[in-house]
């Protein structure tokens, strides 16, 4: 596509449920980053893949999430027993090769956790 | 101490003002340095791109890097309301993880026209 597509854009759950957030990178874009932006915050990374291989997921916060990106395009970001602190908003890059300056971001997926 | 800071604001300028933003950080082995634009509910958008100290200019902005003080800048000349966003200043080192952006809490940016 145009550019990186994020779904859903917003998603209310309440504390403790399981969500799949999901992004569709550029077309042909190798590398895949998903970021958390926190209110009044600054995006903090999270995990990166290369292909279909998960290459860092250092910034991961805890066991609680997970990510996938089985077919090396599309992924998808997993929170299991969701926390209200949890809130915020999800976004997703991708690039044609690993860098740093070539990143297209996404819209974001807004979740909110009651 | 995080390891980037950034002023959040809000600053409010009058249509045609000179806009200064900057940030602050801590980390030496950062040597990129990047000011995205990001618009209410959207994804940040690169506006500059520098790689270790200097200047960079684009049009209406111009980028400043001084490694010696750890202070970046970000100028926007003859600011437009157009250019009423949030500005995120971004940084990531020169080693293997350089893919690992850290940015600032970003400054809200009015442009009153």
């Known amino acids: 596509g145009a550019g990186v597509s994020q779904t859903p854009s917003n998603k209310v759950t309440e504390k403790g449920k399981y969500v799949e957030l999901r992004c569709d990178p550029i077309?042909?874009?190798?590398?895949l980053y998903w970021y958390r932006q926190s209110l009044g915050q600054g995006p903090e990374f999270l995990i990166y893949?290369?292909?279909?291989?998960?290459?860092?997921d250092s910034g991961l916060p805890n066991d609680r999430f997970f990510a996938v990106r089985p077919e090396g395009s599309v992924s998808t970001l997993k929170i299991q027993r969701t926390e209200r602190g949890d809130s915020a908003v999800y976004l997703c890059?991708?690039?044609?090769?690993?860098?740093?300056?070539?990143?297209?971001f996404g819209s974001g997926t807004r979740l909110t956790v009651v | 101490q995080k390891e980037v800071e950034q002023d959040p604001g809000p600053l409010s300028v009058p249509e045609g003002a000179i806009v200064s933003l900057n940030c602050t950080y801590s980390?030496?082995?950062?040597?990129?340095f990047m000011w995205y634009r990001q618009y209410s509910r959207k994804g940040p958008e690169l506006l500059m791109y520098?790689?270790?100290?200097g200047n960079k200019e684009d049009g209406r902005f111009t980028a400043q890097v001084d490694k010696s003080s750890k202070y970046i800048s970000l100028f926007i000349r003859d600011s437009q309301p157009s250019d009423s966003a949030t500005y995120l200043c971004?940084?990531?080192?020169?080693?293997?993880?350089?893919?690992?952006?850290?940015f600032g809490k970003g400054t809200l940016l009015t442009v009153n026209p």
């Open positions: 980390n030496s082995a950062f040597q990129y």
């Open positions: 890059a991708s690039s044609l090769n690993v860098q740093n300056y070539g990143y297209t």
């Open positions: 520098t790689y270790s100290s």
């Open positions: 893949f290369q292909g279909t291989g998960a290459a860092d």
């Open positions: 971004a940084m990531s080192d020169s080693g293997g993880s350089n893919y690992k952006l850290t």
């Open positions: 077309s042909g874009h190798t590398a």
